[in-house]
């Protein structure tokens, strides 16, 4: 919207022509979102306060967790707003990535806030069914795999790139769709699984956007992409805008989640955010890398899956409790011990996606 404006205003004055350049534009994202969240964080908090939107807790879970009842949830949606804002005003709304990212991020921020609603309002402690969640979340990762495959210019956009191999990549056809699919639908659940302490899952959720960030900018630049050898996808450079909006927003939430938290992100949060690093992850072509640099998300979403699998086989747990976070809490360790550490790990899994761009 600004970039707009500050176009028009270029031919008037050289000085507008600053904000033609996309690195400007993404540090005032991030400051736009970071000051939106802190402006009117206090009031989404005492709203959801006065609406009794407040977390409910699992009885069969650590006792430590008792005292969290009633604290205000579905602070995803102050996350959903103050990246929207952000985007809106500095990115380029011709861009259709931009565009997507968005309005998936929106369609499973809906599906989020459905399930938290009937949760902490309808006082239906099952909430979504699963049935109608998982049945949504394939309507809306399937529409935009199939928007993502039928625009594609170049053989390079619907290609798996391999990390380490130099110009190895693998055609996909139609196969891309499916691919597509489970890294948004299975990301957008990975991170959900993972918003289980406070603050646990918005900084991995930060550290990663701004990694795929750098990956948007870097694909979007033909210079850059041929040099690391990597596809080139235009105007994905532009989805760095929306990738600095959520690292400013994550952090301006981390104000408020931050152990103990003041405010939950709830399923709203962690459905939209997970969904929209799937959706930018496909379009960079770096779905592989997601997968090291998320890490942490895997690890959660694994021990859930292990968890049930041999209960159901065995009779008997793997962990003391899954997702794998409950497990160490459980084990003694402190609550922000478990959250640095998950963050620690991340950092270092994010470094290591880098280091993919080079090891080649």
Not at 109 to 122: F, H, L, N, S, T
Not at 154 to 160: C, D, I, N, S, Y
Not at 232 to 252: D, M, Q, T, W
Request: proline share 3%; hydrophobic share 55%; aromatic share 12%.
């Amino acid at each position: 919207m600004l970039l707009l404006l500050t176009t028009y205003l270029s031919e008037h004055h050289t000085f507008f022509t600053v904000f033609n350049y996309l690195s400007l534009r993404a540090i005032l994202g991030v400051l736009t979102a970071l000051s939106i969240s802190l402006l009117i964080g206090n009031r989404v908090i005492l709203l959801l306060q006065r609406l009794q939107i407040g977390q409910a807790i699992r009885s069969d879970g650590p006792q430590s967790h008792l005292s969290k009842a009633g604290t205000p949830t579905m602070g995803g949606a102050l996350i959903i707003f103050s990246i929207s804002i952000s985007t809106l005003l500095w990115g380029d709304l011709s861009n259709k990535y931009v565009w997507l990212v968005l309005l998936v991020m929106w369609a499973f921020g809906v599906i989020g806030w459905v399930d938290d609603y009937r949760k902490v309002v309808a006082k239906n402690s099952k909430g979504l069914p699963a049935k109608w969640k998982y049945l949504w979340q394939s309507v809306f990762g399937l529409a935009a795999a199939f928007f993502l495959y039928f625009t594609a210019t170049t053989p390079a956009e619907t290609a798996l790139l391999i990390p380490l191999f130099k110009n190895l990549a693998l055609p996909l056809g139609i196969f891309f769709v499916v691919l597509t699919y489970f890294v948004i639908v299975g990301t957008s659940n990975a991170v959900n699984l993972t918003d289980g302490l406070d603050g646990l899952a918005i900084v991995p959720t930060v550290l990663v956007g701004g990694a795929l960030g750098v990956f948007a900018y870097l694909t979007g630049n033909v210079r850059f992409a041929d040099y690391l050898l990597i596809p080139y996808v235009h105007g994905s450079g532009e989805l760095l805008v929306f990738c600095s909006a959520l690292i400013g927003a994550g952090l301006g939430f981390l104000w408020f989640n931050t152990y103990p938290a003041q405010i939950f992100m709830g399923d709203v949060g962690s459905l939209a955010m997970g969904a929209a690093l799937g959706t930018i992850a496909v379009i960079v072509r770096q779905e592989l890398v997601l997968f090291i640099m998320g890490g942490v998300f895997v690890m959660e979403t694994v021990s859930v899956i292990l968890q049930v699998a041999s209960y159901k086989l065995t009779k008997r747990r793997i962990f003391r409790m899954a997702p794998i976070h409950h497990h160490f809490e459980l084990k003694g360790w402190a609550e922000p011990k478990v959250i640095v550490r998950f963050w620690i790990i991340t950092v270092c899994l994010v470094l290591v996606g880098f280091a993919t761009l080079k090891v080649r």
